[in-house]
């Protein structure tokens, strides 16, 4: 890879690499499967970079399948660049707020593709098709994991006492 | 509450990155080297092959094994039968076994044939899978949720060698590992692995909500009943005159789209997925099946167009639609990673020609359906 390709796929990781753990995470559960998900994700994009219309859809792709946790297990971990460092360390645990651990525990009861579908829609702003691309299904299909991921999410987070805006919902979706 | 919000607060609390944007770059120049090093090998064992090997998907049918084929589908039964005795050794993208129990652990019927592997999905009871539907009122009536299969790979294809952390043990008095993993509120991940014939190894996988779901036990035990049922092909409820030059089939999903990972079983309304690739798969070395979005793939899905999810004909982002069957059905093309042009996808989106999908009868074997 020449120089100046080298440093776009560098500042493409610097933007994308939170978002793309954030969308590993929410589909695994697991900070340190999302972690390895993304960095592998990244690593099989590199010698591919140039030849790619969309990386972003790419990568979130390839995150998004290596996080489907029945794919992405700690024995499976060959190839990633986090092999040679150590285990991510959690943080000092601080307390976390009930509405958070409330939230968190609704969101993760909501099946992995319908949680992916979420993510991609409406936390990373992809149109229906862009999804569904990145789902690896119709565009009915993608449309279909978002509607009864909604349904479910409300459904839990209703239950909580916790009221999921649908003005925000319906306003941020693309057609 | 907003969705982003949602998000924010489910994720904020992470742990700091243990990855640097140099680390990824330094392991994006060792995949580079690997892949160029691979191809540069790939393309001196090819010359030599050439010869020998001929594409198997998509070929004429003949009896290459000697083994009786049938027309039916795999999973046109909805019930879990008890297997059949008789060799599990596949030819490539052919089923080799039947749905059975243990216990409360059912294997159901491969829905998935790769050119290394088929794979069914595996439930228990008491237990919903990922793709479960339905609305959730009560949260005291969500089942605990499993996502489970059994892949079995044709000989030399799984790369056992490379497994790290395994415990050794047997299954059936043949050499097996076992691995499981759990941290914090992520998913219980077990692992089985088993030598089921010659150099060739089975794989039970499991994710899920709980520890118990199932236990290590259980898929010992689920692993030790596993018996071969006469082989029979992958089919596909269309026939194909196009496809272009250079690809071949590497999967073919029964009533299941997308992934085809076989996880959550099949679907009513998902009727088939068919992966092509472009390059020439590598026949060894897998710990799992293969990522589509490594080859250049490109697919072909076949579904329902239901009131939930209809869609609109035409072309966008990679994926070409169309509607059949007086708009029951949708058919889409698929290009990964701009593999194909519109005009490709859309060539090969009107030499689709479909049987009957609801009649498995009428479904076609995999390697005749490519009519060109």
Known sequence: MKADEEE????????????????????????????????????????????????????????????????????????????????????????????????????????????????????????QEETARVLGCTTGTAKSQVSRGLGRLRDLLTAEQIELSDVEVWGNAHT | MRIREVVNMATDDGPPLGVSVDDIVASG???????????????????????????????????????????????????????????????????????????????QNPIVAGNAYQIAAVTVDGTTDSRHRGKVSDRRDVKPRLDATLTLYRPGVYAVQRLAGAASTTVAGQRALKMEHHQGVGPWLRTLVWQYAPNAWAVLDSSADRSDLPTMRQLEATAAALTGAAARPATVPFTLSYVPKGYDVFAVGDHMTGSLDAVGGPSATAYSGLM?????????????????????????????????????????????????????????????????????????????????????????????????
């Open chain 2, 29 to 107: 120049r060792r995949v580079q080297r690997r892949r160029r090093a691979g191809l540069a090998a790939g393309l001196a064992m090819g010359a030599v092959a050439a010869v020998v090997v001929t594409t198997t998907a998509l070929a004429p049918a003949g009896d290459r094994t000697g083994k009786q084929t049938t027309q039916a589908a795999a999973s046109s039964s909805p019930a879990v039968a008890k297997a059949a005795a008789g060799p599990l050794l596949a030819d490539a993208l052919e089923f080799t076994f039947s749905g059975y129990s243990v216990g409360p652990v059912h294997v």
């Open chain 1, 8 to 127: 776009a796929f560098r500042q493409f990781v610097a933007a994308q690499l939170l978002a793309l753990r954030k969308l590993a995470y929410v589909t695994c559960g697991d900070w340190h499967l999302a972690e390895d998900a993304v960095a592998t994700a990244l690593a099989k994009l590199y010698p591919r970079w140039r030849r790619l219309d969309r990386p972003d859809l790419y990568a979130k792709t390839m995150v998004y399948r290596a996080a489907i946790d029945e794919r992405r297990r700690p024995w499976r971990r060959e190839q990633s660049a986090s092999d040679a460092m150590p285990d991510v360390t959690q943080r000092d645990p601080t307390p976390l707020s009930d509405e958070r651990l409330r939230v968190r525990a609704a969101l993760l009861q909501v099946p992995p593709r319908q949680r992916a579908a979420l993510v991609l829609r409406y936390y990373l702003g992809l149109t």
């Open chain 2, 276 to 372: 092509f690739a472009k390059d020439r798969l590598p026949k060894s070395g897998l710990l799992r099946p293969y990522d589509n979005m490594m080859w250049g793939a490109f697919q072909i899905m076949i579904s329902a167009n239901t009131a939930d999810a209809s869609v609109t004909p035409g072309c966008d982002s990679g994926l070409c639609t169309r509607l059949a069957d007086g708009g029951k059905v949708t058919v889409a093309v698929a290009s990964n990673a701009g593999s194909l042009s519109n005009a490709q996808s859309m060539k090969v989106l009107n030499g689709i020609r479909l049987t009957d999908v609801h009649d498995t009868g009428t479904w076609v074997d995999i390697r005749t359906a490519l009519t060109r």
